[in-house]
């Protein structure tokens, strides 16, 4: 299989707060692993792009100093949501590609997080 | 950079009969065609994908046809179960540099309800 985790799986915090969400993938290696979030009813926005070892790519109009991206090894990335306010709230979600030889490779998702800031 | 479209935004089916959600892209260069399940407050789950060396591609009761010349791809979903109720999402490659091949646009979804 390949399975992706993600923790927490739900986060109340108050705004002006930090949030830290962990992305795993359990049962593979992931050389790459994606951010998206998702609001109520709508599509998945792809916020980032991340590569173990390396620093993170963002697409236009994410800002990089409020979700900042670590991908320490090839099994966790971690997105921190920093100094929350109540218009970050939202479903965000991870996705993890094996890395392997057919190009592009195939994304498996996290069941997401669902991020409340009051 | 890619652009997909996706319709229907809702589809009501009878159980029993079966569903099809058309998706179009624009980018002749796109190669890889998944589609997605996302049932309430979870993350997507592949449920089937095409790579454009083929046609189509059946996995019992789901199946995914592919048309390059026109640009479009459908899922195909038969003897539909109350389970298969759920936000089905088709996606191409985002295009593009820094890895723009293996960043995936996604189309806005199909609300899919089973009615029993």
């Known amino acids: 299989g390949a399975v992706v985790s993600q923790h927490p799986s739900r986060v109340i915090c108050k705004s002006g707060t930090s949030v830290k969400i962990e992305c795993r993938s359990l049962?593979?290696?992931?050389?790459?692993m994606f951010w998206y979030r998702q609001f109520p009813k709508q599509s998945l926005m792809l916020m980032a792009t991340s590569n173990e070892g390396s620093k993170a790519t963002y697409e236009q109009g994410v800002e990089k100093d409020k979700f900042l991206i670590n991908h320490a090894s090839l099994t966790l990335s971690t997105l921190t949501v920093t100094s929350a306010h109540p218009e970050d709230s939202s479903f965000y979600i991870c996705s993890a590609q094996r890395g392997g030889t057919i190009r592009p490779d195939t994304q498996y998702f996290g069941p997401g997080t669902r991020l409340t800031v009051l | 950079g890619e652009n997909v479209e996706q319709h229907p935004s809702t589809l009501s089916v009878q159980e029993g009969d079966s569903a099809v959600i058309k998706c179009t892209y624009s980018?002749?260069?796109?190669?890889?065609f998944p589609w997605y399940k996302q049932e309430l407050g979870k993350g997507p789950q592949l449920i089937i994908d095409?790579?454009?060396?083929?046609g189509e591609k059946k996995d019992q009761r789901i199946a995914v046809t592919l048309n390059k010349t026109a640009k479009h791809f459908s899922l195909h979903i038969t003897e539909t179960q109350p389970e298969d109720s759920a936000v089905y999402f088709c996606?191409?490659?985002?295009?593009?540099?820094?890895?723009?091949?293996?960043?995936?646009?996604f189309g806005t979804g199909t609300r899919l309800t089973i009615i029993p």
């Open positions: 980018d002749s260069a796109s190669n890889y």
């Open positions: 049962d593979f290696q992931a050389t790459t």
């Open positions: 996606a191409a490659p985002k295009g593009g540099s820094n890895f723009g091949n293996e960043k995936l646009t």
């Open positions: 095409i790579r454009s060396n083929v």
